[in-house]
């Protein structure tokens, strides 16, 4: 039974989301780094709700009061805006949803949203599970997805043991990624979507998106891209069309390493043949108030506002840091202990072409440091030890500078050696497929001065022409110390 109170709160509601859409329309006119600073946070709502706090406040509350049982049963039936209860929502997870569906959608006239998740592969699979219900006119029978295998680590697994081995759904692997026919041929009327990760984490694989995602259209089936190494500073993959991106908001967005987190960005209006009209309208929505709501793998308050804080200065550090990155991949592909270096910065490498179409530096043209469109290739690469995997872990054992971590995307420079570490579980065959030999040594370059950076390398790479490396550090115990542990002994 609905009450005359009702009315009160959906009007209400419905000149403050009238009053947000036109705030959102103002963001979108803004320049890329306009919108990372502010985001989806105004003035207004700094004044009215938050005692004018200038920074987006953390709402630690697990859930929403409401003024009476009128207001509840409209916000728990979705008539008004409402978070609820911070599984489903909180407004500092919104905070930076609103940040990301934006800087996703820049320079694009779609409408986007989001859902920020607890990690990455928590994004990954809000992205693909509400394509991979049976198929209702025949429960029983095959689904599949094509994906390269050149994917994260994680992804692999995700992919190959949770998809195919425990639920029977085929990942049907596309080994040339650059290979457009080998894409379609894999496509069958059981394909629910196509899924690439570019460039990809370790191998720096890139493939033709545009012609993926016309492909995937033309099927009617939707195209999914992990976009996390290039983020929306230097692609925005759902302004060429495709329908929905996932971001391991751990990485280069949050560099400074608080925290983990993810993101899915959808367009509106996907292409899909799944039947579910609700899921086509609004991905992001559909996930954030339906599948995740029941399954729970949302962002916390602290992580979302941490996040939030590092994306501000995206652009400038993507911009500075891809340029280290050159000058690092620049020195090490002239070195004689290095058998091959992949960056797709380098014009030696044979996707360099091809990625100089998609990689920009967003708003260079407007940047009057350059007046112009710049390519700008990220801070990820990786490197290969002529004298094979041992070789390759004695330089890696010599770093003093860069940290040994499974880890990228972080202010501080990082590396690991995937075969031992991120790609240890997929086995040598799925290692050969991805392209990640044992003698390769991922590298994430931070925000160190580039010649500090090679200075730590060039004297790792000294040890394999017998140079002794001086450990400074005092004694450890196993798992290491801190400094003040040590200073109080
Ligand atoms: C790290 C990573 C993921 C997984 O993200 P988490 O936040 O660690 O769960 C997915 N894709 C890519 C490309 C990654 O680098």
Not at 123 to 136: E, G, K, R, S, Y
Not at 229 to 245: N, Q
Not at 401 to 427: E, F, M, N, W
Request: hydrophobic share 35%; net charge negative.
């Amino acid at each position: 039974m609905q009450r005359q109170e009702d009315n009160k709160y959906r009007e209400a509601a419905d000149r403050s989301n009238q009053w947000h859409q036109n705030y959102l329309q103002e963001m979108r006119k803004c320049r890329f780094d306009t919108i990372a600073v502010h985001g989806v946070y105004s003035m207004q709502e700094a004044l009215d709700f938050n005692q004018g706090s200038i920074i987006e406040p953390v709402y630690m509350s697990t859930s929403q009061t409401y003024r009476d049982s009128d207001e509840m049963e409209a916000a728990l039936s979705y008539q008004i805006p409402t978070w609820c209860y911070s599984r489903i929502a909180n407004p500092s997870m919104y905070y930076l949803e609103g940040v990301l569906a934006l800087l996703e959608g820049y320079g694009s006239k779609e409408e986007t949203s989001c859902i920020a998740t607890a990690s990455g592969m928590a994004a990954i699979q809000t992205a693909v599970d509400p394509f991979l219900l049976p198929n209702p006119k025949d429960p029983s029978g095959p689904i599949n997805f094509v994906a390269p295998p050149q994917v994260y680590g994680g992804t692999f697994q995700q992919f190959a043991v949770r998809k195919e081995k425990e639920r029977n759904i085929t990942w049907r692997q596309v080994a040339n990624s650059f290979d457009i026919s080998e894409w379609e041929n894999n496509i069958d009327q059981n394909t629910r979507f196509l899924y690439g990760e570019m460039p990809s984490n370790p191998g720096q694989a890139f493939f033709d998106l545009k012609k993926v995602i016309e492909l995937a259209h033309k099927h009617g089936i939707p195209m999914i891209v992990d976009s996390t190494v290039a983020t929306p500073a230097l692609m925005r993959p759902l302004a060429l069309g495709a329908d929905i991106v996932v971001q391991s908001v751990s990485k280069t967005l949050s560099t400074s390493g608080f925290g983990i987190a993810g993101a899915v960005i959808s367009r509106k209006n996907l292409t899909t043949n799944v039947d579910n009209p609700e899921m086509k309208a609004d991905f992001a929505m559909y996930a954030k108030t339906l599948p995740n709501r029941d399954n729970g793998p949302n962002i916390s308050p602290m992580n979302a506002i941490l996040a939030l804080n590092d994306i501000r200065t995206l652009r400038m550090r993507v911009d500075m840091q891809s340029r280290s990155t050159t000058a690092v991949a620049n020195y090490l592909s002239t070195h004689k202990h290095i058998e091959q270096v992949d960056y797709l910065g380098l014009e030696s490498h044979p996707l360099h072409k091809l990625a100089s179409e998609y990689l920009w530096l967003v708003d260079a043209e407007h940047d009057e440091l350059y007046g112009q469109p710049v390519n700008r290739y990220g801070h990820l690469m990786s490197f290969r030890i002529k004298e094979g995997p041992q070789a390759a872990r004695a330089v890696f054992d010599a770093f003093n500078r860069i940290y040994r971590a499974t880890d990228l995307g972080r202010i501080k420079s990082v590396a690991t050696i995937p075969a031992i570490s991120t790609h240890s579980q997929q086995g040598e065959e799925g290692r050969k497929l991805a392209d990640v030999p044992a003698n390769l040594i991922r590298l994430c370059v931070g925000a160190e001065h580039p010649d500090d950076i090679i200075a730590d390398i060039d004297r790792a790479l000294a040890v394999l022409d017998g140079n002794k490396v001086h450990f400074t550090a005092p004694e450890f115990s196993a798992g290491g110390a801190s400094s003040a542990t040590l200073r109080n002994k």
